[in-house]
């Protein structure tokens, strides 16, 4: 902080890269703060040269190859727009980021958001046993609406943004996700961040894949869906199933395109997409080769899984929570 402050003339008056429409009038060094994450990311906080805007935040990231997030960020807006062109809004959320070098790079800050993780040690639960625990994630947006109309719109939201996730997550084979690379906002917009790992390379610890699941869906996410319920037979749960199965097969009609963009980028040497081998993963979550209605089958297949084996996403959350709690 103390450099920042002294080089305050290096970093003032900028367009900033993530959005050239913002001007950065300088560094407010005051909040800028070093992230508790592992490649140890720079928080930046800029004045904004209008004096009617609000601040403009950004995370500086040394260590990662930040051009794997560009393009599943850029996917994620794709799915979007075609999910949009059918009439379905599912309240995505692709941030902006930008690799600026070799390992080197820029991140937006989705504001008014937190990590599953921080929500649980908000609501003093944050323990390696916490994910098994249901209710947290509720009572915080409980918290911050605090009317029955503005709960029932967070409900909404998250219940969108979920099923969008859930299919754009299992499709693109994100994997890595843990209780701090899944956030959610005040309003309820469930969004995930931090794509190091996509196509199904899922990570292993002594041999064994720690992500089990085809996407991460928690009871903790039940019970938000269901307003406080457990029932996985009640109305708004079967509607998000439905969500998610739509969202699948709408996807699936714009297979094509979706392996055409990934095949364009096999040339670019990013670490998990660099040969043809690397796309049979999307042409297996695709299932292009059967009909819509075994497609459909298929998916809930996938979807019955993750329902059944979410005590191995809560698992792998505990684990991370314990070695996380270790470091600190």
Not at 102 to 125: C, D, P, W, Y
Not at 156 to 182: K, M, P, W
Request: glycine share 6%.
């Amino acid at each position: 902080m103390e450099q920042l402050a002294n080089e305050g003339h290096l970093t003032s008056d900028l367009i900033s890269p993530l959005n050239p429409s913002f001007r950065c009038k300088g560094v407010r060094t005051e909040r800028c703060k070093v992230m508790d994450s592992k490649m140890r990311p720079l928080w930046i906080v800029y004045e904004n040269s209008d004096p009617n805007g609000d601040d403009i935040h950004m995370i500086f990231k040394n260590g990662d190859d930040l051009r794997q997030d560009m393009l599943t960020l850029q996917m994620l807006r794709i799915m979007d727009r075609i999910w949009k062109s059918h009439g379905f809004d599912f309240r995505m959320n692709p941030y902006s980021c930008i690799s600026t070098d070799h390992k080197l790079g820029l991140i937006e800050v989705v504001l008014n958001a937190e990590t599953i993780a921080n929500i649980q040690k908000e609501r003093g639960m944050f323990s390696a046993t916490s994910p098994f625990k249901k209710g947290s994630l509720l009572a915080w947006l409980r918290e911050h609406n605090n009317t029955d109309e503005l709960l029932a719109k967070a409900i909404q939201e998250f219940t969108l943004s979920c099923a969008g996730y859930c299919v754009a997550t299992y499709v693109l084979g994100v994997a890595d996700r843990h209780s701090d690379n899944i956030m959610v906002k005040k309003t309820g917009q469930l969004f995930h961040i931090d794509f190091g790992h996509i196509l199904g390379h899922f990570k292993e610890k002594f041999g064994f894949r720690r992500e089990r699941v085809p996407f991460v869906l928690t009871h903790d996410f039940v019970y938000v869906i269901n307003n406080g319920r457990t029932d996985r037979e009640a109305q708004e749960f079967c509607h998000f199933q439905t969500l998610c199965e739509d969202a699948f097969l709408i996807l699936r009609q714009h297979g094509c395109l979706i392996l055409s963009l990934f095949s364009m980028m096999i040339s670019t040497g990013l670490p998990e997409l660099s040969s043809e081998k690397d796309l049979n993963y999307l042409r297996e979550t695709l299932v292009l080769d059967k009909t819509e209605e075994e497609a459909r089958t298929h998916f809930k297949h996938k979807f019955s899984e993750a329902l059944a084996n979410s005590w191995k996403t809560s698992l792998n959350w505990a684990s991370h929570n314990f070695s996380k709690n270790n470091r600190q």
